[in-house]
């Protein structure tokens, strides 16, 4: 199937399902609307192959206008709205792309193309358009991702790869029902957010509720209107409602008891006190709007504490893995089950993996192949010829062991892995896990540097502004006793500004080092 095909299948099964939520648009609804769009799009000069880039926040036009570029024949260019007019010019130059739907608020001045108003009205359904013949293979989105170097590479994902992902997901129905409510408040530009939010939710014949902010009050308020089932978010998010809600148990002086009850909660089912753990996870579980029962992470690893909070809670904590290459989550961890730091599953149904180039500990690159995997970077051979192998696999760049239960766990990026002038390697993510849980530091990027001809693991801190170079000098020194010394961070600066972040939340390593190597953030005196 193609992707309007995809959606048309679930219109014919369903067609008096709730689809979006908020607005309450059945699939018939969506499909009707859907034809409105292409006829407008069409009028505007859009036809067959052409790429149509989508710069929108999460509004329903957003999906609207995907599928009415799908059932023209066309491809979506999903664009980051936090970028500048420069790089939409050098991305639809790039991809030749002559048209973008987006919020007039994104408007601006431009020879490179023509804006269409994405939240403009659309006229009548034009009954001679009809859905245009469209194989498989063609592409039906165009990403750009920097990777782990800053140089942009453009990411086709064709039809298959998208509805693949779609039946791949099937893996999940254990927790994913018809007719659930699923929160979309991840960014649909996103390849997580988008095959969570569109493509789980049509597989499964659920609706989406979407979310354009990530407003911590309309978010709430969203949760208790509404009452989602499943809630994906980034790690980060987990941890900051995780936090919030700790803080809000304290200061009611009621968190020893409660600390107690969830760390315990199976035992004392147990014996009889089942109803003493409901009392303490209700009132939590009411603050997702009481009918949470999937929460999905991805984008990032999740520490392990915060995954065993929410576990605690009685909710099922799912950790996915992927690539905007492989139309994001093509490994999903297993809930239930005992597992080390840092474990995102293996392989969902029709793709595989393989470790390669292992060391003495099992860590070793992670390979993929399978139906979600792209076919290759578009006009760029060297690349390509970088990243697959002649039997298929691609290089994923991230390094992984797998535990006895098949069990995959990350260990970092191989480019960003320090190689100390002893051979010695030291992984960031493991050092910026250990940094950022220290009072005042907002953000933590580590990365190989060199420092009097000498390789260091260099650290640059954005922190508070109450925090001085000598605290923190004197805070990492502490946080240093709980690792090799070989790993130790002794150089290092700070800022007050927030480090540059993905829409994933990732720290964008090579623009802090560029910022640090142009004597942007103030260095610690030795």
């Known amino acids: 199937m ?18 979006l939520t908020r607005e309450e648009i059945t699939y018939k609804q969506f499909d009707e609307n859907i034809k409105k769009r292409a006829a407008a799009l069409a009028k505007a000069g859009v036809k ?76 009548k359904i034009d009954p001679d358009l009809a859905p245009a013949p469209v194989e498989s293979t063609h592409a039906a989105t165009l990403s750009f991702t920097s990777g782990s170097t800053g140089i942009p590479k453009i990411v086709p994902l064709s039809h298959y790869n998208l509805t693949e992902c779609a039946a791949s997901l099937r893996d999940m129905e254990e927790w994913l029902h018809n007719g659930d409510t699923l929160y979309g408040f991840l960014p649909l530009y996103h390849v997580y957010g988008f095959s969570i939010g569109v493509l789980a939710t049509i597989e499964y ?3 989406i509720l979407l979310q354009a902010t990530v407003n911590p009050a309309e978010i709430m308020a969203d949760f208790k209107k509404y009452r989602p089932q499943i809630i994906p978010a980034v790690p980060r998010l987990w941890e900051v409602f995780r936090n919030k809600i700790i803080d809000n148990i304290k200061a009611k002086k009621k968190w020893w ?18 109803g003493l753990v409901k009392k303490v996870q209700e009132p939590v579980l009411a603050v997702f ?81 399978g139906h979600q995997v792209f076919e290759g970077y578009m006009n760029n051979d060297a690349a390509n010829s970088e990243v697959f192998d002649d039997k298929g696999f691609f290089n ?47 953000n933590v990027a580590v990365f190989e540097h060199h420092v009097k001809n000498k390789t260091v693991s260099y650290g640059v801190f954005s922190v508070e502004k109450n925090m001085t170079i000598q605290k923190l000098g004197a805070a990492v020194a502490e946080r240093n006793k709980k690792i090799a010394s070989y790993k130790w961070v002794t150089h290092f600066a700070m800022t007050n500004e927030d480090l540059p972040l993905t829409s994933t939340q990732k720290v964008k390593h090579h623009v802090v080092r560029e910022r640090l190597e142009k004597g942007e953030y103030p260095i610690r005196k030795e």
């Open 257 to 274: 008891m409660a600390s107690f009850v969830l760390k315990y909660g199976n035992t004392l089912k147990k014996i009889g006190l089942g």
């Open 289 to 369: 709007g009481g009918r949470a029962r999937l929460l999905i992470a991805g984008g990032a690893a999740t520490k392990p504490e915060v995954e065993t909070f929410y576990e605690r809670l009685g909710l099922t904590f799912i950790q996915g893995y992927g690539l905007t290459e492989t139309v994001g989550p093509i490994c999903i961890s297993k809930p239930g089950k005992c597992r080390l730091p840092f474990a995102f599953g293996g392989p969902i149904t029709n793709n595989e993996c393989d470790i390669r180039d292992k060391n003495a500990d099992g860590v070793g690159t992670l390979w993929l192949r």
């Open 396 to 442: 994923t760049g991230d390094l992984v062991s797998m535990d006895k239960n098949g069990e995959l766990h990350f260990h970092g990026r191989k480019k960003q892995v320090i190689v100390l002038d002893s051979g010695k390697n030291v992984y960031p993510d493991e050092l910026e896990a250990l940094y950022i849980t220290i009072p005042g530091v907002k």
């Open 205 to 207: 014949r659920a609706n």
């Open 2 to 19: 193609n992707m309007y095909q995809f959606l048309e299948s679930a219109v014919k099964d369903t067609p008096d399902l709730l689809f």
């Open 48 to 123: 067959q192959g052409d790429v149509v880039g989508i710069l929108a926040h999460n509004i329903p036009e957003f999906p609207l206008t995907t599928f009415a570029v799908w059932y023209l024949g066309g491809t979506c260019l999903m664009l980051d709205t936090n970028l500048t007019p420069f790089e939409y010019d050098n991305m639809t130059a790039l991809t030749n792309c002559r048209v973008v739907a987006a919020e007039k608020s994104f408007f601006y001045k431009t020879k490179n193309f023509e804006f269409f108003d994405i939240e403009g009205k659309d006229g």
